[in-house]
């Protein structure tokens, strides 16, 4: 019952299968869903980090999905990879995600279909870079020259989705920043 009244109380919980995997569908429900919950599974030297929600067949090929879990599972990453590897421009990449999202959900420019706004997959993800540029362009953040990029194109062609996004993995100079389509 806490989990769901007081779910600031708990940092780590261990549990077997079954009853993880019970936990991690009702601990989103108090921050807006499975569209929003982050994960990561983290061992001795590896760790996978990706959205709580599976992949949502009722709305494949419909562009309707919320990258907000995946947003902050990269983000959850980019910290884990900086505490691993030592290099604090991840985190300050992972913060810079974090605040984008906050900030599109604050000023009411991220507004996922999932919670009976207008943007689907594109438009969301679009909000959500946007942010993210002009935080880079006005804020103080320390940004590395050298793009990381991520190849999103096989999760987006397997849950069907049109557009697909090559994002830099920390913040880059906005003019570096592609945009595929489909």
């Known amino acids: 019952l806490d989990m769901v009244r007081r779910p600031w109380t708990f940092d780590v919980l261990v549990t077997e299968n079954m009853f993880g995997d019970i936990l991690s569908d009702l601990g989103p429900g108090p921050m807006g869903g499975m569209g929003m919950a982050p994960s990561a ?3 001795d030297k ?7 929600h599976g992949t949502a067949p009722d709305i494949v090929g419909q562009g309707k999905a919320n990258p907000t879990a995946m947003i902050l599972s990269a983000a959850m990453m980019l910290d884990w990879l900086s505490l691993r590897a030592g290099i604090p421009q991840l985190a300050e990449a992972a913060s810079l995600l974090d605040r984008a999202v906050e900030t599109g959900f604050e000023c009411g420019r991220l507004r996922p279909m999932e919670f009976g706004g207008d943007q689907g997959l594109a438009a969301a993800s679009n909000s959500v870079l946007a942010i993210i540029d002009e935080l880079v ?3 103080s953040f320390h940004v590395p020259t050298t793009i990381y990029r991520v190849d999103l194109e096989a999760r987006a062609l397997a849950l069907g989705e049109s557009q697909v996004w090559a994002r830099p993995r920390v913040p880059v100079d906005p003019t570096a920043i592609e945009v595929a389509q489909h």
């Open 41 to 43: 599974d983290i061992g």
């Open 137 to 139: 362009t006005f804020a």
């Open 46 to 52: 590896h760790a996978v980090f990706q959205p709580c």
